[in-house]
């Protein structure tokens, strides 16, 4: 059984370009979280997605910043019209099912802005 | 909202000596879980407490749950240098009851 898979694992970006990272939850799963870490800082919650749907996005930036968990595909996190404080470490985690379960972390996307 | 505080943020030790990382909220958790982080890597899930006062034991490792469920330890009995790593705790939050507040997790070295 595979893990949750994200891709790019590395991704640079020119200041005001587009950022897309993608992420594929474990086979099963239907709940998806997207975490933001700084470096040496804590991982800091961004949105909740279950198919189709935005569950939580409280974490969420207020511009630039999208989530989508489409019925086929993997679940994308866009950030628009990147800054250099954009640069962290992006992980996508997923569960069977909320509360109270273990999540299961992929291996993040490292996005650097030039 | 929810904040979770851990400390110490950083712990040097020599291998085959204790370690210990704690956590505490300023209101009652449901549960909390821990994570290990190694360098360059990613979180991976140890272990979730929920019940009042509940201690679970892993080979070396000791996760408590506070009795007023606010705070919560992680302990670990001689340390061995593939200890490394950066341990957080995590509690559950949001209505949606799916969000986790990381603490600020304690970077862990082990000096052989």
């Known amino acids: 059984n595979a893990g949750v898979m994200q891709n790019p694992r590395h991704l640079v970006r020119r200041r005001g370009q587009e950022a897309r990272l993608r992420c594929s939850p474990m086979?099963?799963?239907?709940?998806v979280y997207w975490y933001r870490q700084l470096p040496e800082e804590g991982l800091k919650f961004m949105v909740y997605?279950?198919?189709?749907?935005?569950?939580?996005e409280s974490g969420m930036p207020k511009e630039r910043f999208s989530a989508e968990f489409p019925k086929e595909g993997p679940s994308i996190l866009r950030i628009q019209q990147v800054v250099r404080g954009d640069s962290a470490a992006y992980f996508c985690?997923?569960?069977?099912?909320?509360?109270?379960?273990?999540?299961?972390f992929g291996p993040g996307t490292r996005l650097t802005v030039l | 909202g929810q904040q979770v505080m851990q400390i110490p943020q950083y712990q040097h030790v020599q291998e085959g000596e204790d370690f210990t990382t704690y956590c505490n909220s300023s209101?009652?958790?449901?549960?909390i879980q821990w994570y290990k982080q190694r360098p360059g890597g990613h979180p991976v899930f140890l272990i979730q407490l929920v019940k009042s006062g509940e201690v679970k034991k892993q080979k070396r490792l000791t996760f408590q749950f506070g009795e007023a469920k606010k705070n919560s330890s992680l302990h670990i009995t001689a340390t061995q240098t593939t200890d490394v790593g950066t341990y957080f705790c995590a509690a559950i939050s949001g209505t949606s009851y799916g969000k986790l507040t990381f603490g600020q997790g304690t970077i862990l070295t082990v000096h052989p």
């Open positions: 086979k099963g799963h239907s709940h």
């Open positions: 985690a997923s569960s069977p099912a909320s509360g109270g379960y273990e999540q299961f």
């Open positions: 209101t009652t958790l449901s549960n």
């Open positions: 997605l279950q198919k189709e749907n935005i569950i939580d």
